[in-house]
């Protein structure tokens, strides 16, 4: 029994192989008709790695510690970043045009205004200038001089001759543009007596003492210019003038001196004051400058004489109130 019983125990795993390798035959024969392909499986005994799983040395296994990478570094095996694209440009918008107004509303009734009434000038733009002047003359200056040079002048005073007196101008012209005025003048003076005695006490030889001054006087007739600021109203007047001026002088004696030149030139401001639309006046301070060419001087019975001297410069000045009177006025 023994004997039997070690048999079927000796068969038994023999029969087991058998069995394994006729099963193992049948599993790869349909495999056998099929063409060799390499065989990639891991080898007998090795680990599967799971699927899904990175590829060999990517990581470092679980268990090892690994410092992550520096600032700038790329981490081993990590795909390099992409490159920056440039930001697109900004878009800009444009406002869309307003939508069109509708047309505003005829009104029933629209109120205009009378046109304002036409400027009044009191003053004519063109008219026939005509008025006078009177007022009083101060002489002063050389009326001759005995020596001169640039810087010098010694002569015969003209106050000294004769001083202030009245004096009257009449004045005609044409007004032209409202403003402006061309006009032709005359003015004449009379003086005083000569702040110097010794005229009237030595004179001159043969007559010696020439006696009292009987009389003294100054002409000055001339052309002249004047501009109003305002003409309508109230305004400043410039007035200048070109003329040839006189001096006549007699005494008790019958001596007589006689004074002229031309070229005295005048200037003078004040106001014109429009009273009406014909007449206006005029307060003047004027200026004027000039020399006696010519020099004579009569003794009783005898011609006239020219005077040794040579011209000595004079002048002027004139405070006057003058009223002008505009006829044929345009509009």
Do not use: C
């Amino acid at each position: 029994m023994s004997t039997n019983g070690s048999a079927i125990g000796r068969t038994l795993p023999r029969l087991g192989i058998a069995l394994v390798f006729f099963g193992t035959l049948l599993q790869f024969a349909p495999a056998a008709a099929q063409p060799l392909t390499p065989n990639t499986a891991p080898p007998a005994g090795s680990a599967t790695p799971p699927a899904g799983s990175a590829a060999p040395g990517a990581a470092p296994p679980p268990y090892m510690y690994q410092e992550p990478p520096a600032t700038g570094e790329q981490a081993p095996g990590a795909q390099p970043p992409p490159t920056p694209q440039p930001a697109p440009p900004p878009r800009y918008y444009r406002r869309p045009p307003p939508p069109p107004y509708p047309p505003p509303a005829y009104p029933g009734y629209v109120y205009e205004p009378p046109p304002p009434p036409p400027m009044f000038h009191r003053a004519p733009y063109n008219a026939l200038w005509l008025g006078a002047r009177v007022g009083a003359l101060f002489p002063f200056g050389n009326a001759y001089a005995i020596y001169s040079d640039p810087y010098y002048e010694y002569g015969e005073s003209w106050s000294g001759l004769a001083s202030s007196g009245p004096a009257v101008e009449g004045d005609l012209g044409v007004r032209f543009a409202r403003r402006f005025i061309i006009y032709g003048f005359w003015e004449h003076a009379w003086l005083g007596t000569g702040n110097d005695p010794s005229w009237r006490t030595v004179g001159s030889p043969p007559v010696g003492p020439f006696g009292d001054q009987t009389s003294a006087t100054t002409d000055y007739p001339g052309l002249g210019f004047r501009w109003s600021s305002r003409p309508d109203y109230t305004g400043l007047v410039i007035d200048v003038g070109l003329g040839y001026r006189w001096f006549r002088e007699t005494w008790s004696s019958g001596t007589k001196m006689e004074l002229q030149g031309f070229g005295e030139f005048r200037f003078g401001f004040g106001a014109d004051i429009r009273m009406n639309r014909m007449l206006s006046i005029s307060p003047l301070l004027m200026f004027s400058s000039g020399s006696f060419t010519d020099r004579e001087i009569t003794f009783p019975g005898s011609g006239p004489l020219p005077i040794d001297s040579v011209p000595g410069s004079h002048g002027t000045v004139t405070l006057s109130i003058g009223g002008h009177v505009d006829f044929a006025p345009s509009p």
